[in-house]
C-alpha cells in the first residue's frame, strides 16, 4: 500500500481538538493508523479517503500508545 493520491477522496472531516472521532469515524482513525503503521507512509502523507487530518489521527495514536491500549 502506497501513500499516493490512489486512495481517492472521502467524505468527513477533522473533529474539534480533544474530542472523540464522531460515531462511526473511529474504524477511519483506526484504519489510518494501520496504514501508517504498516507501509512506509508518514503522518503528513496519510490520504484523505480516511476522512481524517493526519494531527487527528496522530492524537489518537499517541493517546492509545500512552495508555498502552
Avoid: K, N
Amino acid at each position: 500500500m502506497s501513500c499516493g493520491c490512489c486512495f481517492g477522496a472521502a467524505e468527513g472531516g477533522d473533529t474539534s481538538a480533544g474530542r472523540r472521532p464522531a460515531p462511526g469515524r473511529g474504524r477511519e482513525v483506526l484504519g489510518a493508523i494501520t496504514v501508517v503503521a504498516t507501509s512506509r507512509c508518514t503522518w503528513r502523507r496519510l490520504p484523505p479517503a480516511f476522512g481524517q487530518a493526519w494531527p487527528t489521527v496522530y492524537r489518537h495514536f499517541a493517546h492509545r500508545s500512552r495508555d498502552r491500549v
